[in-house]
T-cell receptor, first 113, second 109 residues
Framework: DTEVTQTPKHLVMGMTNKKSLKCEQH?????MYWYKQKAKKPPELMFV???????INESVPSRFSPECPNSSLLNLHLHALQPEDSALYLC????????????FGPGTRLTVT | EDQVTQSPEALRLQEGESSSLNCSYT??????LFWYRQDPGKGPEFLFT???AGEEKEKERLKATLTKKESFLHITAPKPEDSATYLC??????????FGTGTRLQVTL
């Protein structure tokens, strides 16, 4: 089973709202990732967790706050977003942070109004 | 800095018309080259991993090959359901996936 699940599928939020995106995998992977993807562009790395510890933060604004409660779950907390943050947010996982292919979830389509 | 360039940007084929997609890369210490397929509004779907020059992988109508500077994704006798964006990515010593901008493939009847 190579499934990564993400909820919700779609999210519309105002600039003053607080919301969270959730990601889950049960493949025993120890590395998990958040990506942001704009239309007709490739995925852009935001955060990497390895063994539940934040390993990489690609200089993402603090209005995005990641959390890894356990090895199967990854959250992305959103607060005071801007309209330009509207995008497809993708979660991915891999066996380890190095070498291995990443498996992506279906994404959450976020619209900030 | 790792770089990936894909060509062509868009490709339109008739059903059954075979072709190849190109992925040129520069990377510090290649650890893996990956091909993904992405349908509109969905997450990338993993297709292949290639680790060293000369390696080839096949899956149905798709075949991926790797040299020291580029990779090709050959599509043999494509069908309309093969229409998607195909993304190439590399991982080097930085341990991060660097994606190309993709090739948008459309296969018509």
């Amino acid at each position: 089973d190579t499934e990564v699940t993400q909820t919700p599928k779609h999210l519309v939020m105002g600039m003053t709202n607080k919301k969270s995106l959730k990601c889950e995998q049960h493949m025993g992977h120890r590395a998990m990732y958040w990506y942001k993807q704009k239309a007709k562009k490739p995925p852009e790395l935001m955060f990497v967790y390895s063994y539940e510890k934040l390993s990489i933060n690609e200089s993402v604004p603090s209005r995005f706050s990641p959390e890894c409660p356990n090895s199967s779950l990854l959250n992305l907390h959103l607060h005071a977003l801007q309209p330009e943050d509207s995008a497809l947010y993708l979660c991915a996982s891999s066996h380890e942070i190095r070498d291995r292919e990443q498996y992506f979830g279906p994404g959450t389509r976020l619209t900030v109004t | 800095e790792d770089q990936v360039t894909q060509s062509p940007e868009a490709l339109r084929l008739q059903e059954g018309e075979s072709s190849s997609l190109n992925c040129s890369y520069t990377v510090s210490g290649l650890r893996g080259l990956f091909w993904y397929r992405q349908d509109p509004g969905k997450g990338p779907e993993f297709l292949f991993t290639l680790y060293s020059a000369g390696e080839e992988k096949e899956k149905e109508r798709l075949k991926a090959t790797l040299t020291k500077k580029e990779s090709f994704l050959h599509i043999t006798a494509p069908k309309p359901e093969d229409s998607a964006t195909y993304l190439c990515a590399v991982t080097g010593t930085a341990s991060k996936l660097t994606f190309g901008t993709g090739t948008r493939l459309q296969v018509t009847l």
